[in-house]
């Protein structure tokens, strides 16, 4: 209950804090989407071509790890945004 | 509470890029990667000293025989082939230094990445972005390596309107960016998580009713520690084999 009013002070002194850190939620949140089903598809497949051949399971390996690295590039935009972004 | 607040409270970005005092400004930062250069160096110093020796012995010598190894055969033989052992120098050199400056993450009182700053991830993304220029340059032409870069094959003529400043700006302004931001990023996240759950394992402990939720917060940051040797480890190869990938996306263009 302490805490509560802590945090109503808060939101009253400086309304637009938390209107940023929501932002920020917002932000990383639809930035991470995308990147995360395309790490779940790039991953799923390499697993998939790692089993049917194992015998080629170095070579999806370097593949799977670029893949994953493009990919991810997205996300990490977004989380590079979510700092840049202030109130 | 106190600790937790600090923690949370995430300083604005422009503080990332203050370098001391001055334009000589020396900070911890800057310390890590003098540690990161001196100790790549010391491994192939003093690592390749037993050059008659046949049998590797000792940890520098198995160091660097081992960092050689898979520089060569994970990194370049995968990407570029044998036209591409003659910048086996550079990047094992590379892979060694983004690797010293980022395991400081979990060494004990230092427990700082160097990268989580994006000043060396810029300058080392900007060497890339020379290399592969200059080499596509030399190798093609100043005309042909444009042609090649901007118009990918098979592409229907009135397309190309589009097509070209696309290829440009992920060729030409992309790469180096997201070459920068992926090393910065992920070292910052990584140690954002790791001071996280650190703070809070350390607030629990303080309150009295809360610290029976404590083992929880401190097994995952034990966890997330070692996920982050293994993460220090994946950026430091996936920058190194991106470098190999845009080098040799310039000496062996597609036609």
Not at chain 1, 26 to 39: S, T
Not at chain 2, 154 to 173: H, R, W
Not at chain 2, 174 to 184: C, G, I, N, T
């Amino acid at each position: 209950m302490a805490l509560l009013h802590l945090l109503l002070a808060q939101a009253a002194a400086d309304p637009t804090k938390g209107l940023t850190a929501i932002g920020r939620g917002i932000v990383y949140g639809g930035a991470a989407i995308g990147p995360g089903i395309g790490i779940g598809l790039v991953v799923g497949n390499a697993i998939t071509a790692m089993a049917r051949q194992p015998e080629s399971a170095g070579t999806v390996r370097t593949t799977m790890f670029l893949g994953i690295a493009f990919t991810e590039a997205l996300a990490l935009f977004g989380f590079v945004l979510a700092f840049i972004i202030s109130g | 509470m106190n600790a937790l607040l600090l923690a949370v409270d995430v300083p604005p970005i422009s503080n990332v890029t203050i370098w001391g005092a001055g334009p000589l400004g020396f900070n911890k930062t800057a310390a890590i990667y003098v540690f990161a250069a001196l100790a790549t160096m010391l491994v192939f110093v003093l690592g390749t000293r037993r050059k008659d020796a046949l049998v590797p012995a000792g940890l520098l010598q198995n160091t660097a025989e081992s960092g050689v190894g898979f520089v060569r055969n994970q990194i370049i033989m995968q990407t570029m082939g044998t036209d591409g052992l003659q910048y086996l120098p550079y990047l094992t050199a590379l892979f060694f230094f983004i690797f010293f400056s980022s395991i400081t993450e979990i060494i004990p009182f230092v427990q700082f990445p160097a990268n989580a700053r994006f000043g060396m991830p810029l300058v080392l993304a900007l060497v890339t972005w020379v290399i592969y220029n200059v080499v596509g340059v030399a190798k093609q032409g100043p005309l042909h390596y444009l042609k090649n870069s901007l118009i990918p094959p098979g592409v229907p003529k009135p397309i190309l309107i589009l097509v070209i400043p696309i290829e440009f700006v992920s060729t030409f302004i992309v790469r180096p960016f997201s070459l920068m931001v992926r090393l910065f990023a992920n070292m910052l996240a990584g140690h954002l998580i790791l001071v996280t759950f650190a703070a809070l394992s350390a607030g629990l402990w303080a309150a009295k009713v809360t610290v029976v939720i404590m083992p929880f917060s401190f097994g995952l940051l034990v966890a997330m520690t070692g996920f982050e040797i293994l993460v220090a480890f994946l950026q430091a190869f996936i920058f190194t084999i991106l470098t190999a990938v845009y080098i040799d996306s310039s000496m062996h263009p597609s036609h």
